[in-house]
């Protein structure tokens, strides 16, 4: 009978990364940006947006850091967090269906280091992605050409048509990103990839080039300018 109610939306982010590539000396989702941490600033987003009925953080095992950096938080945490990022969202997954969430709920896993996301870009996927048998996710067309790397020479230049940048959040039901995840083989790196596995097709929804994921150096300085900047 519960397919019949109509869907809860939660959110899911996987808070259990290290940030070795970002040189913040510590896991980067605590570096500060702009006077807070960057986690902070991702959260802030997702609680305005008032359709999600929870967010849930999934954290490392023994984290003891992120009521400090986070302390205005209210809402789900676990320590659960895995070995790789499928891993960190499979038992956020979990924890969702502990508290009560159901198989056919819709949840957005959105990565801790994209703080710069802001409410009405989630708002846009939600809208696209509610009616949608599938779900997807926020993307961006590459306009770059782009080069496969061999031994720090081009090898080849690939097409990029029909290439798009994928971003979070996420957005698909809880029972089949379960169970795509439960299946997937090798190095799951985001959450469409599990489900294209299984043969289904995401929506791609045109996001921003504001909602970068902080991954280098000089990505810190890049978010404090914009964050600083804005209204």
């Given at each position: 009978?519960?397919?019949?109610?109509?869907?809860?939306?939660?959110?899911?982010?996987?808070?259990?990364?290290?940030?070795?590539?970002?040189?913040?000396?510590?896991?980067?989702?605590?570096?500060?940006?702009?006077?807070?941490?960057?986690?902070?600033?991702?959260?802030?987003?997702?609680?305005?947006?008032?359709?999600?009925?929870?967010?849930?953080?999934?954290?490392?095992?023994?984290?003891?850091?992120?009521?400090?950096?986070?302390?205005?938080?209210?809402?789900?945490?676990?320590?659960?967090?895995?070995?790789?990022?499928?891993?960190?969202?499979?038992?956020?997954?979990?924890?969702l269906l502990a508290r009560g969430a159901r198989l056919h709920d819709w949840v957005l896993v959105h990565?801790?280091?994209?703080?710069?996301?802001?409410?009405?870009?989630?708002?846009?996927?939600?809208?696209?992605?509610?009616?949608?048998?599938?779900?997807?996710?926020?993307?961006?067309?590459?306009?770059?050409?782009?080069?496969?790397?061999?031994?720090?020479?081009?090898?080849?230049?690939?097409?990029?048509?029909?290439?798009?940048?994928?971003?979070?959040?996420?957005?698909?039901?809880?029972?089949?990103?379960?169970?795509?995840?439960?299946?997937?083989?090798?190095?799951?790196?985001?959450?469409?990839?599990?489900?294209?596995?299984?043969?289904?097709?995401?929506?791609?929804?045109?996001?921003?080039?504001?909602?970068?994921?902080?991954?280098?150096?000089?990505?810190?300085?890049?978010?404090?300018?914009?964050?600083?900047?804005?209204?």
């Amino acid at each position: 009978m519960t397919e019949h109610i109509p869907p809860d939306l939660y959110a899911v982010v996987p808070c259990a990364g290290v940030g070795q590539r970002a040189g913040a000396g510590g896991p980067k989702q605590y570096a500060d940006v702009a006077g807070r941490s960057l986690v902070a600033h991702t959260l802030e987003a997702l609680a305005a947006v008032t359709r999600l009925k929870a967010v849930l953080v999934v954290l490392s095992p023994g984290d003891t850091a992120f009521p400090v950096h986070a302390p205005d938080f209210a809402g789900w945490v676990c320590h659960g967090g895995g070995a790789t990022r499928a891993d960190t969202v499979a038992q956020g997954l979990r924890e969702l269906l502990a508290r009560g969430a159901r198989l056919h709920d819709w949840v957005l896993v959105h990565d801790a280091a994209r703080c710069l996301v802001r409410p009405e870009w989630i708002d846009t996927l939600i809208d696209a992605c509610l009616p949608d048998p599938v779900g997807g996710l926020l993307a961006l067309p590459v306009p770059d050409t782009l080069k496969r790397e061999s031994d720090g020479r081009v090898g080849e230049t690939v097409d990029r048509g029909g290439m798009w940048q994928a971003q979070t959040p996420q957005m698909f039901r809880l029972g089949p990103l379960m169970a795509a995840l439960a299946s997937a083989t090798g190095n799951v790196t985001d959450e469409a990839s599990a489900i294209e596995a299984t043969g289904q097709r995401p929506l791609l929804v045109p996001g921003s080039l504001e909602n970068f994921k902080i991954t280098w150096p000089a990505d810190f300085a890049l978010a404090e300018r914009l964050l600083r900047t804005r209204p």
